[in-house]
């Protein structure tokens, strides 16, 4: 019975290591896409809020014709992007939790 557990344990703590790294680097890889998307999107953000002002100093709150499409095109796609960013958080967490749960399981 004990020499069952040991081989158990031997095994699941074999490969702690490798899987260990191969979750951080997912983490890492996660962090450095979303960095990048976050900036992309905080200039997105800038970009609506300079068209917004310049609407209201022309007093032009309510865009017509293509401009109202380029609008709602870049509400669709800072949207879209914040979408994604909430995405890989979460599976950033899965990661995390799915580390903590095997590294548990191995004690």
Not at 18 to 46: H, V, Y
Not at 64 to 77: F, H, M, T, V, Y
């Amino acid at each position: 019975m004990a020499v069952e557990y040991l081989e158990k344990y031997i095994e699941r703590v074999a490969d702690v290591p490798a899987e260990l790294r191969r979750r951080f680097k997912l983490i890492r890889d996660l962090d450095e896409r979303s960095a990048r998307l976050q900036a992309d999107l905080d200039e997105k953000c800038r970009e609506q809020l300079v068209n917004a002002q310049t609407k209201a100093a022309k007093g032009t709150n309510t865009p017509k014709g293509p401009r109202r499409s380029i609008d709602d095109s870049l509400s669709a796609e800072i949207a879209a992007g914040q979408a994604r960013l909430v995405s890989w958080a979460e599976e950033k967490v899965r990661v995390a939790t799915a580390h903590a749960f095997a590294f548990s399981s191995v004690s």
